[in-house]
């Protein structure tokens, strides 16, 4: 799968969760559909779990195509630094000025750096 296919994947998988848990809220803690609809949530969870982690292996392996600069999200929201890789300096930019790829590689980079602060 694309990382466009598992994206619409798991959008689909949070609106069905979304609804699913509002149809179960709404029976009574005695009906046998809560108990089945329990389980069916249950495996969409799951599944939902899995395409999360197939997105995440997807945005490492983008992450092993290097650029001539480096990318990173400012300390301010919505706005990303670029590395000039003449001047060496960083450059700020709004997020939404720039390509989709470039904003997964910086929160890719982002994950990998709070999971190493963690692991330390």
Same mark, same amino acid.
Do not use: N
């Given at each position: #799968? %694309? =990382? ?5 994947? !798991?959008? $689909?998988?949070?609106?069905? !969760? ?5 149809? +179960?809220?709404? &029976? @009574?803690?005695?009906? @046998? $559909? ?6 069916? &949530? ?8 899995? !395409?999360?982690?197939? +997105? ?6 983008? +992450?092993?195509?290097?650029? @001539?600069?480096? =990318? ?7 706005? #990303?630094?670029? $590395? ?6 960083? +450059? ?5 000025? =720039? @390509? ?6 910086? %929160? ?13």
């Amino acid at each position: #799968m %694309t =990382v466009v296919e598992v994206r619409e994947a !798991l959008a $689909r998988e949070e609106v069905w !969760l979304a609804e699913a848990g509002k149809v +179960l809220a709404a &029976l @009574p803690p005695d009906d @046998p $559909r809560r108990q089945k609809g329990a389980e069916k &949530l249950r495996q969409r969870q799951e599944k939902h779990r899995a !395409l999360k982690q197939q +997105l995440q292996k997807i945005e490492d392996d983008v +992450l092993e195509i290097r650029y @001539p600069f480096a =990318v990173r999200w400012s300390r301010q929201k919505g706005v #990303m630094e670029i $590395r000039d890789c003449f001047t060496g300096g960083w +450059l700020i930019v709004e997020a939404s000025q =720039v @390509p989709d790829h470039w904003r997964w590689e910086a %929160t890719a980079i982002a994950r990998r750096e709070r999971a190493a602060r963690k692991a330390a």
